[in-house]
């Protein structure tokens, strides 16, 4: 059955129900929203679904995959499924942070650069000297100052990525602050305020929630590959990153060790992207435009 043929839902706005429904419609966006969703499941039903990730059982070190340890075990006979089902926790709780903190960076600095053209300059000079470093560059710099640990990670991937936001954000506003309803509401006396956070903000954000899917995945890939270089976490927290690292000695002798934590890097990110590709189709006006003269015809 056709998701067009559904009634819209009661109290959902026909804006939101038609891209939700273009969104639907997608099957690589729902492969990704499902993959996404499993991994968020995973990680929040941790406790429940996996056992201590620190128990070591040193007469099963190394053991292959089977009944008793799923995923096999480590070189200290820790059980990697416990272990990476722990690491898909950190994981995302990172991702989620980060494109938390990135956007409160990048949004101030998006809004101030795009509406006070005074502050333009300054403001994305400085985006601009951030991003002239290779992101792990400029992530491995920040956590040798600041120490390994886990708000540490945040901070840093976030101070990286906020560049990216900070410029989507201000490219939206340089367009909207020059239109008609922009110009009517300032000659009517509206507050510079009250205009960023009426008119501004409002319609400069469906470009910065697709941004926000790749930050995610982006910052998912930079906290594992900070710890496998040991610059991110400690060692002693259940990372992917770190399993991989602690795996890479044994990659011949135990190959499962780098396998499925690897396997789980891959699907996250797969899915984060292609969450955030049938998102930006979605929040595209053409795209609904066209969806919307296919049905009517």
Not at 77 to 102: H, I, N
Not at 127 to 146: H, N, T, Y
Not at 232 to 251: K, T
């Amino acid at each position: 059955m056709s998701v067009i043929a559904l009634p819209r839902p009661e109290g959902v706005p026909a804006e939101r129900a038609g891209w939700l429904a273009l969104l639907a419609r997608r099957k690589v966006a729902l492969a990704g929203v499902v993959t996404v969703a499993g991994m968020v499941v995973v990680g929040a039903l941790a406790p429940v679904i996996a056992g201590d990730p620190d128990h070591m059982d040193v007469a099963a070190r190394l053991t292959a995959p089977g009944r008793a340890h799923w995923f096999g075990t480590d070189d200290v006979g820790r059980d990697v499924f416990s272990r990476v089902v722990y690491g898909a926790r950190l994981s995302l709780l990172v991702g989620a942070a980060v494109v938390a903190l990135s956007f409160a960076i990048g949004l101030v600095c998006g809004l101030v650069a795009g509406y006070y053209r005074r502050l333009d300059n300054v403001v994305m000079r400085v985006m601009d000297g951030l991003m002239a470093f290779p992101a792990i560059v400029l992530a491995i710099g920040l956590m040798a100052a600041l120490g390994p640990s886990v708000t540490n990670v945040i901070v840093a991937i976030a101070i990286v990525y906020s560049p990216r936001v900070a410029r989507v954000v201000r490219g939206s506003v340089l367009v909207i602050r020059e239109t008609p309803y922009v110009e009517a509401a300032r000659a009517l006396g509206a507050t510079d305020a009250a205009l960023i956070a009426r008119h501004v903000l409002p319609n400069c954000l469906s470009p910065v929630v697709v941004q926000g899917s790749f930050v995610f995945a982006a910052a998912v890939l930079t906290e594992a590959a900070l710890s496998f270089l040991g610059v991110g976490v400690p060692p002693y927290v259940p990372s992917w990153g770190v399993i991989l690292a602690e795996g890479r000695l044994y990659i011949q002798q135990a190959p499962w060790l780098v396998l499925y934590p690897g396997v789980a890097i891959m699907l996250t990110i797969l899915g984060l992207n292609l969450f955030g590709d049938g998102l930006r189709d979605a929040l595209d006006p053409k795209v609904r435009g066209l969806a919307g003269d296919r049905q009517r015809a």
